[in-house]
């Protein structure tokens, strides 16, 4: 989980969860706040015909039969009712529901007019409105009609207040329960931004991919040119980089392949006329330097074929590979021990995988005059550790060693035969395949070389 908020799908679902919840919830309290302000002048209108029938029916009611009247006639929500001996204080200005009620009630033509004065003391009832529940019932408003009292003075001068109260149930009800609408509200949109995110990220993956895959493989099929148009755009350049760093690396390949591969003829033209001196010491050092020459021209050789990568993926054995290896060194007077098995069958290229065996083993032996060579597997991938018997490297040395012709002094020499390219074509190979390979002084003496190739990655 913390993996998937952390990633960039996470984030952009995160933001369009976040914004269309808001965005949903300022939607929904604006609507509560509008059918709100309808119902109340809905009310309103309501109320003034009650008012004005209720006084009215009052007027012509005997006065000593109004009280019984009133008692029969008022209903919650207004009331009409005698004045107390002490009359309440009057507002200075009618109130905006005042002045509609007495324009209703003193119509055009009227012979004597009514008298409406607003209150300055509002009915007890108007404290106790509840508040009424806005977005699904996660917020409270307070219910704001119209609630207040009117003096009102009939034609025959007889003085009645009226009261307009909040309704019981329209603007107070008990609270719904809306727990299965905000989870419907919620999977709906979280499954939408989910699918969104998805829909944004995904282009963003497969160039991830792609360019992952390049490292592996400089041959990878290129990308399809589908999608919005700067997807396409993207993919088309990426495809178009790819067939030039492809086109880079197999110019390089072969102007290195073509330069080693000519200088054999004239080396050997060289040996064959070296053999014609006639001083024997001085054509011993001749020879010597000539054949360490040819030993960089045929590592030169191999350095380019380690970067080519036009041999054919087929399923292999590594267990039959590694004692076919083995077999042959011993075959060569090397002593190379090989115990453990991967038990594992691979997609790779056999003549590449063979030449980084072989230029392992052929360093530990060159070096540490033995190749102890034991193989497992692990986390599924199969672990080739080789083993030799010498001083081992310094610490600072295990790093540069896989940089093309370096060579550790107190190990390495022309002499010695090395030319400082093995561990570069043994490296260059395990990472074709998805590997890597790894030094590492062991506790008990000697150089210990890792070498991981995992059984299949999207790369092959």
Same mark, same amino acid.
């Given at each position: ?244 760093? +492809?086109?880079?690396?197999?110019? $390089?390949?072969?102007?290195?392949? @073509?330069?080693?591969?000519?200088? *054999? =003829?004239? !080396?050997? %033209? ?106 497992? +597997?692990?986390?599924?991938?199969? $672990?080739?550790?080789?083993?030799? @018997?010498?001083?081992?490297?310094? *610490? =600072?040395? !295990?790093? %540069? ?60």
């Amino acid at each position: 989980m913390k993996a998937f908020f952390g990633s960039m799908t996470g984030r952009v679902f995160i933001t369009l969860l976040l914004g269309v919840l808001l965005t949903a919830a300022l939607t929904q309290l604006l609507a509560d706040a509008e059918r709100q302000r309808v119902i109340d002048e809905f009310r309103d209108l309501h109320n003034l015909d009650r008012a004005e029938q209720l006084i009215m029916a009052t007027e012509i009611v005997p006065e000593s039969a109004r009280s019984a009247y009133l008692q029969v006639a008022n209903r919650p929500g207004m009331r009409l009712e005698s004045v107390a001996p002490s009359l309440p204080a009057l507002m200075p200005a009618p109130t905006e529901f005042t002045q509609l009620l007495i324009a209703r009630m003193n119509k055009a033509g009227a012979s004597k007019p009514y008298r409406l004065q607003s209150l300055a003391v509002r009915p007890a009832a108007c404290a106790l409105a509840r508040e009424q529940p806005v977005v699904f019932g996660l917020l409270r408003m307070k219910w704001r009609g119209t609630c207040e009292s009117i003096l009102v003075s009939l034609r025959d001068g007889t003085p009645l207040i009226l009261s307009v109260l909040p309704p019981r149930s329209a603007t107070s009800p008990e609270r719904a329960d809306y727990t299965g609408t905000i989870a419907l509200l919620l999977v709906s949109i979280g499954f939408l931004a989910y699918l969104v995110a998805r829909m944004t990220i995904r282009p963003l993956k497969q160039l991830a991919q792609a360019a992952k895959d390049l490292g592996n493989d400089i041959n990878h099929p290129p990308l399809d040119l589908t999608g919005a148009d700067e997807i396409r755009q993207a993919s088309a350049a990426f495809n178009a980089m790819q067939a030039r760093i +492809r086109q880079y690396i197999f110019q $390089r390949t072969q102007m290195l392949a @073509a330069i080693t591969h000519d200088l *054999q =003829t004239p !080396l050997t %033209r060289l040996r064959l006329r070296l053999e014609k001196v006639s001083e024997p010491e001085l054509q011993g050092r001749l020879i010597g330097d000539l054949s360490a020459m040819q030993a960089m021209v045929r590592e030169g050789l191999d350095l380019a074929r380690s970067m080519d990568t036009t041999e054919t993926m087929q399923m292999m054995d590594l267990d039959s590979l590694l004692d076919s290896v083995c077999a042959d060194a011993a075959d060569a007077s090397q002593r190379v021990s090989l115990s453990g098995t991967a038990n594992m069958a691979m997609l790779g290229r056999p003549m590449d995988l063979r030449r980084c065996l072989v230029n392992l083993i052929d360093n530990a032996v060159k070096y540490g005059q033995s190749a102890r060579v034991t193989v497992d +597997r692990i986390n599924g991938a199969a $672990r080739i550790r080789i083993r030799d @018997a010498g001083p081992g490297i310094p *610490q =600072t040395e !295990l790093a %540069r060693v896989f940089d093309p012709f370096y060579r550790v002094e107190s190990s390495r020499s022309r002499e010695s035969g090395g030319t400082g390219l093995g561990l570069t074509i043994a490296r260059n190979i395990a990472e074709q395949h998805g590997g890597s390979i790894t030094l590492a002084n062991h506790p008990d003496g000697g150089l210990e070389a890792t070498l991981m190739l995992p059984e299949y990655y999207p790369g092959k």
